[in-house]
Nanobody, 124 residues
Framework: QVQLVESGGGLVQAGVSLRLTCAASGRTISTYAMGWFRQAPGKEREFVAGISWDAYSTYYADSAKGRFTISRDNAKNSVYLQMNSLTPEDTAVYYC?????????????????WGQGTRVTVSS
């Protein structure tokens, strides 16, 4: 059974940084693309960042470009999201997702397993 567990969320003030971690089990993620999505209260889930199986390609939503960095450590079966210069608009539950494709995608349907999410709240 594939399981993704996100961690690293919390309540922070605007302008600070957070690093989210997604640890995978039940699947060796080294051959799959990974993605981060988020869902703010009352809004649909949206793409944040994605990374190809070999980390050669990364893809960011416009809202994340220049502030967020996605990375992966296949040896640790984990993916990370470094978030800098957080704003209240970044407040959401952040979800990690995996595969089945090897290439990065910003579409929800391109991922077949999801974590339970970690909440990020940014106060002004």
């Amino acid at each position: 059974q594939v399981q993704l567990v996100e961690s690293g969320g919390g309540l922070v003030q605007a302008g600070v940084s957070l690093r989210l971690t997604c640890a995978a089990s039940g699947r060796t993620i080294s051959t799959y693309a990974m993605g981060w999505f988020r869902q703010a209260p009352g809004k649909e889930r949206e793409f944040v960042a994605g990374i190809s199986w070999d980390a050669y390609s990364t893809y960011y939503a416009d809202s994340a470009k220049g502030r967020f960095t996605i990375s992966r450590d296949n040896a640790k079966n984990s993916v990370y999201l470094q978030m800098n210069s957080l704003t209240p608009e970044d407040t959401a539950v952040y979800y990690c997702a995996t595969g089945p494709r090897a290439t990065v995608s910003g579409e929800l349907y391109a991922y077949d397993y999801w974590g339970q999410g970690t909440r990020v709240t940014v106060s002004s």
